[in-house]
């Protein structure tokens, strides 16, 4: 019969925990939590549309790039329409296919998830100019960065907004 390592009290087989001090108990078929290194995917909205491309991309955030990853829009699911439309707004969960799988992803897996993905170092951006088109219901973002200049829009939550004010705080103009 196995006993605790903390306590020395005897367990029965199968037990994950120590009934006497909580003292969890290793086994081979527990699994053992890794935080994530390195760069993490913190938030993502969808959907985004960028002018002068085709399709639908997932903004995926992390503290250092904003990475855009091509996605396809699926039918609007009705439970979930009628919760943002009485403003109960779920993080991540756009009409667009299974975007939380980006939290599970390092940043160059996202990238290399589907052709035509892309980045922009936070660093690099100069300017940002987040406006509202009341015709469409979104947020317009205008990007300057090294390399260019970049609009897209994005659901109108109040969520994405205030992580972009975070991100680039003294660079963004309302």
Not at 80 to 105: C, H, T, V, W
Not at 142 to 165: A, K, N, V
Request: proline share 5%; with cysteine.
């Amino acid at each position: 019969m196995p006993s605790c390592t903390n306590c020395g009290k005897p367990l029965l087989e199968g037990m994950h925990f120590c009934p006497y001090c909580g003292q969890p108990l290793l086994s081979e078929e527990m699994e053992t939590f890794e935080p994530a290194r390195g760069e993490v995917v913190t938030a993502i909205a969808s959907p985004v549309r960028i002018a002068g491309m085709e399709g639908s991309y997932a903004l995926a955030m992390t503290s250092e790039r904003l990475l855009f990853a091509r996605v396809q829009e699926v039918e609007v699911n009705k439970a979930k329409s009628g919760l943002r439309q009485a403003g109960i707004f779920l993080p991540g969960s756009g009409d667009s296919d299974n975007i939380s799988r980006f939290y599970e992803m390092t940043a160059e897996q996202v990238l290399q998830d589907a052709e035509g993905n892309f980045s922009v170092d936070a660093s690099d951006v100069s300017s940002v100019r987040l406006s509202y088109d009341s015709d469409d219901g979104r947020y317009v973002i205008r990007l300057r960065y090294e390399e260019g200049e970049i609009t897209f829009t994005m659901p109108y939550e109040r969520y994405y907004r205030d992580l972009l004010f975070r991100m680039f705080e003294d660079r963004i103009t309302w």
